[in-house]
């Protein structure tokens, strides 16, 4: 089973900064990787799918790179509503731990 | 854009079965797999499986001896039902639509969640 591991567990910054996030693959898993937003109360929306594209209606200030075993999701500029926790989650279905995106 | 509703029963007892649903609209239900997800409060996503127009099914090994998916194509619609419950399971569940390009393994589509409570 491939397992996600998803760093840092916490990002605190301010709007307006850049957010990195990282998901990296026990194996391989060719650019077959998606991401997705979480806030409360509500169900994930995916952003990003093979690694790089972006979802219908995702805004541009959001971009995912990456293939084999490591990933980064970057958001180029923090708006207010980017306040949540992201997701990865890979083809065998299973989802990384998240990464908390809070206000600094 | 393609709309998923899911309901069901929000408390149940343990060792009993869960039962959901989840209705399809705006959108084709053919050719594509449909999948439940599931989160604990406080946790992150697991999913549950998967099941085609068609009736194709996969599961997540964990769940497999105690999980039915089924669809009704009538309806546009797909139920889950997970047995043996215990406090476990609580968690709000999700069905949602599969989709790729090369194979479906990304979420594009989800229902509003249910939360489901097991307790006596």
């Known amino acids: 089973e491939i397992v996600l591991t998803q760093s840092p567990a916490t990002l605190s910054l301010s709007p307006g900064e850049r957010a990195t996030l990282s998901c990296r693959a026990s194996q391989t898993v060719s650019n077959y990787l998606a991401w997705y937003q979480q806030k409360p109360g509500q169900a994930p929306r995916l952003l990003i799918y093979?690694?790089?594209n972006r979802a219908t209606g995702i805004p541009a200030r959001f971009s995912g790179s990456g293939s084999g075993t490591d990933f980064t999701l970057t958001i180029s500029s923090l708006e207010p509503e980017d306040f949540a926790v992201y997701y990865c989650q890979q083809p065998g279905r299973t989802f990384g731990p998240g990464t908390k995106v809070d206000i600094k | 854009q393609v709309q998923l509703h899911q309901w069901g029963a929000g408390l149940v007892k343990p060792s009993e079965t869960l039962s959901l649903t989840c209705a399809v609209s705006?959108?084709?239900?053919?050719?594509?797999?449909w999948s439940w997800i599931r989160q604990p409060p406080g946790k992150g996503l697991e999913w549950i499986g998967e099941?085609?127009?068609?009736?194709?099914?996969n599961y997540n090994p964990s769940f497999t001896s105690r999980v039915t998916l089924s669809v009704d194509t009538s309806k546009n619609q797909l139920s889950l039902k997970l047995s043996s419950l215990t406090a476990a399971d609580s968690a709000v569940y999700y069905c949602a639509r599969s989709s790729g390009y090369d194979f479906p393994y990304y979420f594009d589509y989800w229902g509003q969640g249910t939360l489901v409570t097991v307790s006596s």
């Open positions: 705006r959108g084709s239900f053919s050719g594509y797999f």
């Open positions: 093979d690694a790089s």
């Open positions: 099941i085609s127009q068609s009736g194709s099914s």
